[in-house]
């Protein structure tokens, strides 16, 4: 997909979540859209979810411009696969209804077509025998894998997923990973806010750096990643380096041994 953002602003009273942001990202499958907490990430992923309307400024997704009208915020709504940090599903729910409810209710799928839909989905994740049980009574990996299948469930135009493993344990965080690693294979397109450097580098094919409402760099991830330009995005990398036992035996097992920045 495609996305261009010209002069994107979104304040909350004095607070600029967004500040001005104006960037072109060229064809990409993959987004991740790092940074420190605070630093708008989730403001930008839900403007691009339809979710809210930005104050000022215009989005154009693959050539299209995203109106701001009610109806088309909600018919866009629609058209996007979301994923957000944790309690996304229906308490009362199980998990098969939780994919059934969208597809029934908000895209008019005949309830037999839906229910055979979310079969095949559940036996292809490997969530069948979860099927019927309610969210409290599934581990947090399995949560969040059933939310991502309640979005791919939609047939969405893209993804938009909010940091979907933050609130995992290291285990849960590789099987929904995993998952969402298989979506890019399948060629889907997505948009992910992610904390992990490891997956936005060998996932993700763009990576754009946000922080204090301005987005700060964008580029190839391998090499925005491995050379980061602008020294916010060198300090935050860092950082997000320094306790991450993966990700230097990832650098040693690509042979990077010397490039890692020490702290
Ligand atoms: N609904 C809201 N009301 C008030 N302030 C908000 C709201 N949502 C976000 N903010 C503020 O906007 C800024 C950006 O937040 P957010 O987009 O959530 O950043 P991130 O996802 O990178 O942590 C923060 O200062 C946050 O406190
Ligand atoms: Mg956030």
Redesign the pocket.
Known sequence: MRLELRCVGKR??D?H?LRDITLSIPDFQSLAVI??????????L?ILAGLTPPDAGEIVIDGRALEFSEAALLAHRRAVGTVFQAYNLFPHLSARENVLLPLVRAHGVPPREAGAIADALFERFHLARHAGQRPAELSGGQQQRVAIVRAIAIRPRFFVL??PTSALDPEMTAEVLDLIAELRREGRDLVI?THNMGFAREVSDRCLF?AD?QALEEGPSRETLAQPRHPLLAAFLARALRYSICECLDHEEHGGRGERQEP
């Not at 940074?35 to 930008?44: A, E, F, Q």
């Open positions: 909350f009273g607070n979540a940074g420190p907490s605070g630093g708008g990430k989730t403001t930008l839900r909010d940091e806010a946000i409402g």
